[in-house]
């Protein structure tokens, strides 16, 4: 199990970026493929991104392609999500979490989210 911190979250303007942070702490970080996941008022928890342990296979969920960018610095044990062209229905609360990649579970480490909103 790993312990997730998100920071970065505000208030911004359509059009406008945002950077998101994600701490973790415990073992062997590098073995967890790490997701963003964001909940709006009244709506299901949707996919943002995700990213493997090695960095190398990155997915995004339709509504980012191309906006959002997804990273993690293995050395520090952080990913990271780039949110461009903000736009007010991105506003949500984003969530980081974790998924072991040896073993048979989904995502079963979350933080406890930031919040983000997009003016009109």
């Known amino acids: 199990q790993v312990q997730l911190v998100e920071s970065g979250g505000g208030l911004v303007q359509t059009g406008g970026s945002l950077r998101l942070s994600c701490a973790a702490s415990?073992?062997?970080?590098?073995?967890?493929?790490m997701g963003w996941f964001r909940q709006a008022p009244g709506k299901e928890r949707d996919f943002v991104a995700r990213?493997?342990?090695?960095?190398?296979?990155?997915f995004y969920g339709d509504s980012v392609k191309g906006r959002f960018t997804i990273s993690r610095d293995n050395a520090k044990t952080m990913v990271y999500l780039q949110m461009n062209s903000l736009k007010p229905e991105d506003t949500a609360v984003y969530y980081c979490?974790?998924?072991?990649?040896?073993?048979?579970?989904?995502?079963?480490?979350w933080g406890q989210g930031t919040q983000v909103t997009v003016s009109s």
């Open positions: 990213i493997s342990g090695s960095g190398a296979g990155i």
């Open positions: 415990g073992r062997a970080f590098s073995r967890y493929t």
């Open positions: 979490a974790a998924r072991y990649e040896l073993g048979t579970e989904g995502f079963t480490s």
